[in-house]
């Protein structure tokens, strides 16, 4: 059976892109799944960061896709996970380097040898969006509950649709104590701009950070509610779709709840 | 007899494409002109609004202060759209084109409108020759834009431009009106920022006194005023 391709992308630079790729891969890797993530910001790499994988890179993506090195050399396994793979970006080229043909004729050796391949592409909507895009079979849109981001994700949206994939949406970073204040847009009204069919719910963790400065799986921690978003949303791609979508709530006691109902100690 | 063979010398109209080309003398006195474009224009009847009139004075220059006059008369008396004078050589051809297609089958209606279904997202933008009706939502960072009125069937959230490049009797309506920004003719106007009164209070903008002006649909019924049904 033949890989699948899925782009990650939002329009806006820094909403979480990078670290929903690597933890979606990871967690798919954890269901047992071939996986490569590839990063596809050339010029700009930091998913080798993120994996905590910079220091084993010899051969990149633009080496792999000009035929200077096999896809299996410039495939770096994780450290933890076995059947997780990463294709490093190039840091010395630019985005020209590579085409959308170019990227279609790899990603097709990709398939052969992964069940999961997932791009990361960079901001933007320009060369390094039309190269991630032109391979992918399917596309997940990741936005923050800000109007910026709601912008620029509407945009990619509408260019997905005009390459005839069916986005689907991932809203990240949400703070439920600040929704239930009213000073952050809920994820339904994301959605009722963006009206894509919705994948998951990712809270605000400190984990990530910490994650992501260690180089350790942010799934691979237990007590992080993100972790458990993204696998659930890993879960939902493997096409359990009966798995709910949960939304963030806050961490509240019975009693404070009850006390905010009925308007005393907050 | 001899007056009406010098009035259909001396001050004729015709149909071209999207409007009248009228031709007349300008050395002829303002008042016999006036006259005459009035009675051409009452047989026009509705026919008249929102039309784009080309006044054809002929090679004669010096005669921009009548041009200017006649243009004055005919968009306050008649609600033409604009008036403007013929471009070289390629206009005739228009009307000469125009001509073959009026002897070679029925008479089109010339108000066309575009309906448009679906979600016009960030980044899109949909342009209509006149009217645009949108059934679905106009997301923000998108743009409708349109000769004639735009009316959104869902949330209007972007940007508007209606009645481009100066038809004033233009309207933006929506179901839900919130745009970033509308423009009618050459007014723009902006989101006060305020929250609206009810989410399902259909609203609409338009031209009054020198200004936009966005008023309930329901409550001001701006049409229910007419005393006969007018093609808009």
Redesign the interface.
């Known amino acids: 059976m033949e890989g699948k391709v899925i782009v990650i992308t939002s329009g806006k630079g820094g909403v979480g892109k990078t670290t929903a790729t690597a933890s979606i891969g990871a967690a798919l890797a954890l269901e047992g799944k071939q996986v490569a993530v590839v990063d596809m910001d050339i010029g700009l790499r930091n998913l080798d960061v993120v994996m905590g994988l910079e220091n084993r890179i010899v051969f990149n993506i633009v080496d792999a896709v000009k035929g200077k090195c096999k896809i299996k050399q410039a495939a770096i396994k994780d450290r933890r996970i076995d059947s997780l793979y990463l294709i490093p970006a190039s840091q010395s080229d630019n985005k020209e380097v590579l085409t959308p043909d170019l990227m279609v004729k790899f990603c097709k050796e990709l398939r052969k040898e992964f069940d999961y391949i997932l791009l990361d592409c960079p901001a933007g909507i320009e060369r390094g969006f039309e190269n991630s895009v032109a391979p992918a079979d399917e596309a997940i849109v990741i936005c923050t509950p800000e ?1 910026s981001s ?3 994700a ?2 990619v ?3 997905l649709y005009a390459q005839s994939i069916t986005p689907k949406l991932i809203v990240n970073r949400i703070i439920p104590e600040m929704i239930e204040k009213g000073d952050m847009l809920s994820h339904e009204d994301v959605v009722e ?1 963006l ?1 894509i069919e919705l994948l998951g719910l990712v809270q605000m963790d400190t984990q990530v950070v910490i994650s992501t400065n260690t180089g350790i799986p942010l799934v691979l921690q237990k007590d992080s509610v993100a972790a458990q978003a993204f696998r659930r949303i890993a879960q939902r791609i493997e096409g359990h779709e009966d798995i709910s979508i949960e939304i963030p709530k806050t961490a509240k006691s019975f009693w404070k709840k009850l006390g905010l109902i009925i308007g005393i100690g907050n | 007899m001899n007056t009406q063979f010098q009035n259909k010398s001396q001050v004729r109209l015709k149909g071209v494409k999207d409007g009248f080309w009228v031709t007349l003398d300008p050395k002829l006195p303002m008042a016999y002109l006036e006259e005459e474009l009035t009675r051409l224009f009452n047989q026009l009847q509705h026919l008249a609004l929102n039309s784009r009139v080309i006044l054809d004075i002929g090679q004669s220059d010096g005669y921009e202060d009548i041009f200017d006059n006649l243009a004055v008369f005919l968009k306050n008396k008649f609600n033409v759209a604009s008036v403007s004078v013929p471009k070289k050589e390629n206009d005739h051809m228009e009307g000469q084109s125009f001509k073959l297609n009026m002897s070679s089958s029925a008479p089109q209606n010339l108000a066309n409108t575009l309906v448009i279904s679906g979600r016009i997202r960030s980044g899109q933008q949909i342009t209509a020759r006149r009217h645009l009706i949108i059934l679905g939502d106009v997301n923000p960072g998108s743009e409708v834009i349109a000769g004639g009125d735009i009316i959104v069937m869902g949330s209007l959230s972007g940007t508007a431009l209606a009645g481009q490049p100066d038809n004033e009797n233009a309207i933006i309506m929506a179901i839900n009106f919130k745009p970033t920004q509308i423009q009618i003719a050459g007014m723009i106007a902006v989101d006060p920022g305020k929250p609206s009164s009810s989410p399902l209070s259909i609203e609409y903008a338009h031209i009054e006194h020198g200004g936009i002006s966005v008023e309930n649909y329901i409550k001001s019924n701006p049409f229910g005023r007419l005393t006969w049904p007018l093609v808009r």
């Open positions: 109007v709601i912008r620029d509407d945009r949206i509408g260019l701009v009206s």
